[in-house]
């Protein structure tokens, strides 16, 4: 449908600067749709997601019909969590800048009820809460109802899912008959409906129609994959997109845990949102997540409600959605701002029939991609940091450091594309060995095949095995009676420091660190030391672990060589 200019709708002059402020001149299309009939004061039911303007598109109204002058609460609205309360108090104080006198107040769990209840009782026309925080006001007789004109419900399938309906119910009751009852969800199951017949007057129906609840600068992938591969190919595609932020999107809490703990054990920054966490972890999450020290998100449903992040690149559905709209959802967290954003979902046996629902609601196209390899991804990270080169040439004047490069190939025996090829070394980092040699070991008795390479010493050693030996990459056994040698095909040359071989075998196999014996380090390859009757228990728990971001492989080394 086609959009408004705000100065069409009529609105006070003080509201119409401060959206001038905020940067908008059209309305989205739900504000096109819902402030008019808001306007009207009838009752609206609105169907759409978070990122669609829809606070705005109630804010609005409701701060139109508040008086300054009255100081008494005039406006509710509910919200399922303290982000989403925190974040629509904000909007709804920004678009109120120049109404002076008018104060909003956010009432959420976790914050001191006696500060709220003397910013209450300064004359608060307007408070966004959450249910139980608003219940607990109410027995409290901290809020009085008697001149509220507008209550709106925000999210109100997500307060229905976090066990509300009572609270909504009991708060709706207790308003006074003349008002005005506005519901926006992303979704409207039954429950829904019934709460529209119960608490509001021939309602209006106002929604995003479907093209429009789809995200077009988002690039769709799904994988099909088995349930124990999910890690890892979700491992692969972290490292081959890099992207800076990611969401993890899983449908139960146990996930979330059992999967953040997986991906902090090989060494990525990740922490997880869900309904079980107190308020003081679910800030220091957020905000660690916002300021970049937590690179990956891994939340439910519930809890992703509210997170306003623009720099999500990337979106995992770890678990496919149970409701269609819930994708919509999900993949509405990247591709922000005019971004462009790229959305993977991970799809098991039958979920593949599910997907092809997902496809015809959205009416869009999610392709199908084969599992990436691991030359694949090294391939990828080589592909963005020449295409970087590519835009350098193109938009930067490089005469000066062409002259360095001129007069250094003058200096020296070696050529501009072996200064080329030693640069992308460089730049790769850890994936070093993958472009000059791929055949790194992936077993100990593949070392026959690998000579020279010299060892730059070792991490931390008690044996006397220095060197890579004379014996074709063997090792020289000097292993204790008790202990077992465990032979892993990743060295020096992928960036691994002894600690991050002790940390992944302690944090993998639950073993106290101060059991492992000396780690003995190489270019290409690490041999450590275990209690022998440990040895197996180690083996099976760092099957499909990686270090470093990089897949290993151990197995045992005593006995081989002797």
Do not use: W
Not at 224 to 250: I, Q, T
Request: with cysteine.
């Amino acid at each position: 449908m086609e959009t408004v200019r705000f100065d069409e709708l009529q609105l006070d002059e003080r509201i119409l600067r401060a959206v001038a402020d905020m940067g908008f001149e059209e309305a989205s299309p739900i504000q096109t749709q819902a402030i008019p009939v808001q306007l009207e004061g009838r009752d609206i039911i609105g169907q759409a997601q978070t990122g669609t303007g829809k606070t705005a598109a109630f804010g609005i109204p409701l701060l139109q019909k508040v008086d300054p002058k009255v100081k008494k609460l005039q406006a509710v609205a509910l919200c399922p969590t303290r982000e989403l309360a925190i974040q629509v108090a904000d909007e709804i104080r920004r678009l109120a800048k120049y109404m002076h006198g008018v104060k909003v107040l956010p009432i959420y769990g976790g914050q001191d009820i006696v500060k709220q209840i003397r910013s209450l009782k300064d004359g608060t026309q307007v408070i966004i809460g959450t249910p139980g925080r608003v219940m607990d006001h109410m027995r409290r007789k901290t809020v009085k109802f008697d001149f509220v004109q507008t209550v709106v419900m925000d999210e109100a399938d997500e307060m229905l899912n976090m066990g509300f309906l009572e609270d909504m119910e009991t708060i709706l009751s207790q308003l006074p008959e003349e008002r005005q009852t506005v519901m926006f969800s992303a979704t409207m199951p039954p429950a829904i409906l019934d709460i529209a017949r119960k608490f509001q007057q021939e309602p209006v129906n106002v929604k995003v129609v479907k093209k429009e609840l789809t995200v077009p600068k988002v690039t769709q992938y799904y994988y099909e994959v088995k349930p124990k591969s999910k890690l890892e190919v979700m491992c692969r595609l972290l490292d081959m997109y890099a992207p800076k932020l990611s969401v993890v999107f899983c449908n139960t809490k146990k996930q979330v845990d059992e999967l953040v703990q997986s991906l902090q054990g090989r060494g990525y920054f990740a922490e997880g949102l869900h309904g079980d966490l107190k308020q003081i972890q679910r800030d220091r999450v957020m905000n660690s997540f916002r300021n970049g020290k937590t690179e990956i998100l891994v939340a439910t449903d519930v809890a992703a409600r509210g997170i306003d992040v623009d720099d999500v690149e990337a979106v995992f559905n770890y678990d496919l959605p149970q409701d269609d709209e819930y994708y919509v959802h999900r993949i509405g967290r990247t591709g922000r701002a005019g971004r462009e954003g790229i959305a993977f979902s991970f799809v098991v046996g039958k979920e593949v029939y599910k997907l092809r629902d997902i496809q015809r609601y959205c009416k869009t196209k999610i392709v199908p991609q084969a599992i990436p390899s691991l030359n694949d991804v090294t391939a990828i990270k080589v592909d963005k940091i020449l295409e970087g080169v590519a835009e350098t040439i193109g938009d930067t004047d490089l005469s000066k450091t062409v002259n360095i490069i001129e007069k250094k190939l003058l200096e020296e025996d070696y050529t501009s594309l072996d200064l080329a090829a030693a640069l992308l070394r460089m730049m790769m980092g850890e994936e070093n060995e993958d472009i000059i040699d791929t055949r790194e070991p992936r077993s100990l008795d593949e070392l026959e095949g690998f000579g020279g390479g010299n060892s730059r010493g070792r991490g931390r050693s008690n044996s006397n095995s220095g060197g890579r030996g004379g014996n074709g990459g063997r090792y020289d056994s000097s292993t204790r009676d008790d202990m077992a040698r465990l032979f892993i095909n990743i060295g020096k040359n992928q960036n691994v420091k002894p600690g991050d071989i002790l940390g992944a075998i302690a944090g993998e196999s639950g073993m106290p660190g101060k059991m492992v014996g000396s780690i003995d380090m190489y270019d290409k390859y690490t041999f450590v030391e275990v209690p022998r009757e440990s040895a197996d228990a180690v083996l099976t728990a760092m099957k499909d672990v990686k270090i470093k971001g990089k897949n290993i492989h151990m197995e045992k080394a005593n006995g081989k060589g002797k």
